[in-house]
C-alpha cells in the first residue's frame, strides 16, 4: 500500500469526485505537494485544515534532510530537543490527523503548462491537481570520504547555525572555499577556539568582504592546496582528526580536529523543473515573498526556492505560507476562473493578494 490517511479508506476531494485511496487517474485534486521535508508537511497540515485534502508524495528521501539528522536543538516547541527521525514522524502525524494522505512515491513529471496541472510518478501514477505546492528541498553535497557517514552528528556537521554550539571551546576544521564555508566559519568562531578552512586551490570563491573578514580573523586559519580524504574518531566514536592531500604535490597530512563542517556547495532537488518554472542561476526555485512562482497555482518553499535560511523552522514558516497561499488561489479560481498561466504572478499588482482576490476585493 502506498497511500496512508488517518481519516480512513474513502475521501470526497473538492471536487466532489470519490476518491479511492489509491489514488484513481481521475480524481482532480485540490492540492498536491511534493516533498516530505519539513515545507512538505507543514503545506499538507495547512492545507488539510483549510479542507483541501491535499495529497503529499513523498519522494525517495522520506522525511527530507531532517531524517539524517542526528539531533535538531534548535526547532522550537521542544526544548530538549529530538532526533530528525522522530520530529519527521511528528509532521506527518500531525498533517495526516488533519486528512492529509500520504503517497510513498517520487514525481518523475510535472506538466504546469496546461490547467489543472499533471504529476507522474515512478510507480506509474498519473495525477490532476488545481495547484501544486513544490517542497523538494536541496541536499548538502558530500566530501564522500571514509569516516564522513559514520561521523555525521558525532562530529561531521553542514550546518554552523544547527550546530556550532556544540563546539564551544574545540577546534575545529571548516572545508570549502565558497561564500557558505566563511561566513559558517566566521559564525563558528563564535564558539570555537580555533577554525582551520581547508581549501582546495590557494585562492577562495567567496566574495570580497567574506573574505577579507576571514583573513582577518585570527582564529581562523587557512590551509591551502588541500582536499580531505578521510575523517578520523576516537574511542568515544566521535571525530577526532582528518587526513588530507596537498592537490599539487600529492603530499598526505594530518590534523587533529573536534569537528568537521562541510560546504562544498549545496544542491537544489530541481530535476522536475528545468524549462518549466523559472529557476536562478544556482538552480533554485525563483519564488516571490508569497511563495509564487512565475506559474499561477504553483507554488514553493523550503530549500527548493530558499538558499539564505536553510533551517527547519524557516522551511516550516514557507510551507505555511505557500498552503495558505494555495487556499486563496482556490478560492480565486472558484470565483472568477483560470488566470492565464503565461502570466507571470509575481507581477500582479497588488502584493500579497492573488489577482482575482484582488478583483474581488475591489468588487465590494
Ligand atoms: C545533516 C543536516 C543537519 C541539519 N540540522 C539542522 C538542525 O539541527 N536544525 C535546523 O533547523 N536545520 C537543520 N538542517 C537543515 C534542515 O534539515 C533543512 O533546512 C530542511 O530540512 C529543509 O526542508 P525542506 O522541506 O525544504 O526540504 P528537504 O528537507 O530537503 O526535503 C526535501 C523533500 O523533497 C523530496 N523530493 C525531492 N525530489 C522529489 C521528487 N522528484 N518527487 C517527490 N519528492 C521529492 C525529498 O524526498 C524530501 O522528502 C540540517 C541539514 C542537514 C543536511
Keep these: 500500500m502506498s497511500e496512508s490517511n488517518q481519516n480512513g479508506a474513502q475521501m470526497q476531494n ?6 479511492s485511496k489509491g489514488g484513481t487517474e481521475d480524481t482532480l485534486h485540490e492540492v498536491i505537494v511534493i516533498g516530505s521535508g519539513p515545507a512538505g508537511w507543514t503545506a499538507g497540515l495547512y492545507a488539510a485544515r483549510a479542507n483541501l485534502e491535499p495529497l503529499l508524495i513523498t519522494g525517495d528521501d522520506f522525511g527530507g534532510q531532517v531524517s539524517i539528522t542526528y539531533e535538531v536543538e534548535n526547532y522550537p516547541g521542544f526544548p530538549e530537543g529530538l532526533s530528525g527521525p522522530d520530529l519527521v514522524e511528528k509532521f506527518k502525524a500531525q498533517a495526516e490527523r488533519f486528512g492529509c494522505t500520504t503517497s510513498y512515491d517520487h514525481v518523475t513529471e510535472i506538466v504546469v503548462d496546461e490547467h489543472p496541472f499533471t504529476v507522474r510518478t515512478s510507480q506509474d501514477k498519473e495525477y490532476r491537481t488545481k495547484s501544486l505546492i513544490l517542497c523538494t528541498g536541496a541536499r548538502p ?37 565558497g561564500d557558505s564555508a566563511l561566513e559558517e566559519g566566521l559564525f563558528l568562531t563564535k564558539f570555537a577556539t ?10 577562495l570563491r567567496a566574495s570580497k568582504i567574506l ?36 592537490t599539487l604535490t600529492g603530499e598526505q597530512g594530518e590534523l587533529a580536529t573536534d569537528g568537521v563542517f562541510v560546504y562544498i556547495g549545496h544542491i537544489p532537488n530541481n530535476d522536475l523543473y528545468h524549462g518549466k518554472l523559472d529557476l536562478d542561476e544556482d538552480g533554485h526555485l525563483i519564488a516571490d515573498p508569497m511563495t509564487r512562482t512565475n506559474i499561477p497555482g504553483v507554488f514553493a518553499a523550503g530549500e527548493i526556492a530558499d538558499k539564505v535560511f536553510k533551517q527547519v523552522a ?36 497588488t502584493p500579497g493578494v492573488p489577482k482575482q482576490t484582488a478583483d474581488l476585493v475591489a468588487a465590494d
Design 14 to 19: 473538492g471536487a466532489g469526485a470519490q476518491v
Design 141 to 177: 553535497r558530500f566530501l564522500e570520504v571514509p569516516g564522513e557517514q559514520e561521523y555525521t552528528g558525532k562530529g561531521v556537521s553542514y550546518c554552523a547555525t544547527c550546530d556550532g554550539f556544540f563546539f564551544r571551546g574545540k577546534e575545529l576544521v571548516v572545508v570549502g572555499g
Design 194 to 203: 580555533n577554525v582551520k578552512v581547508i581549501h582546495r586551490r590557494d585562492e
Design 211 to 246: 573574505q577579507d573578514r576571514a583573513l582577518a580573523n585570527d582564529q581562523i586559519e587557512f590551509v591551502w592546496n588541500a582536499v580531505v580524504t578521510s575523517i578520523n574518531g576516537n574511542e568515544n566514536g566521535v571525530v577526532s582528526g582528518v587526513n588530507t592531500r596537498d
Design 314 to 349: 524557516t522551511s516550516v514558516g514557507q510551507g505555511c505560507a505557500a498552503a495558505m497561499q494555495a487556499e486563496k488561489f482556490l478560492a480565486s479560481l472558484e470565483a472568477v476562473g483560470l488566470p492565464d498561466l503565461n502570466e507571470d504572478p509575481r507581477a500582479w499588482p
